[in-house]
């Protein structure tokens, strides 16, 4: 039995297609692959996360929308306050999501 990896069907010792790689050739080959796979799973889980913190301060700011709405039923003299609370935290939470990596 062979250690060498066979590409398709060949069984030279050269890397032209359809021959064979050596063992030092077929684990560089696996630590490349392995190095390309993990990448994807970092970039993968990096944009679900990112995706999960859009979400979260989406929901806040419709939250604090909606409080700055019934504040204005009770205070109106806070209106410029509350759009500066608002707006301070959607920028904020906007280049907090920008700069996740």
Known sequence: MTNDLQLFGGTSS????????????????RKGTDLVLG???????????????AYSALNNVGTLVSTAKSLMDVAPEGAA?????????????ANAIARFQ
């Open 81 to 93: 306050h509350y759009e500066q609370i608002i707006n301070a935290y959607s920028v904020g939470a």
């Open 39 to 53: 990448r994807g799973e970092v970039a993968l889980i990096t944009d679900t996360v990112r995706t999960g913190l």
């Open 14 to 29: 050269s890397l032209a297609p359809g021959q064979t790689m050596g063992r030092a050739v077929s684990r560089q080959t």
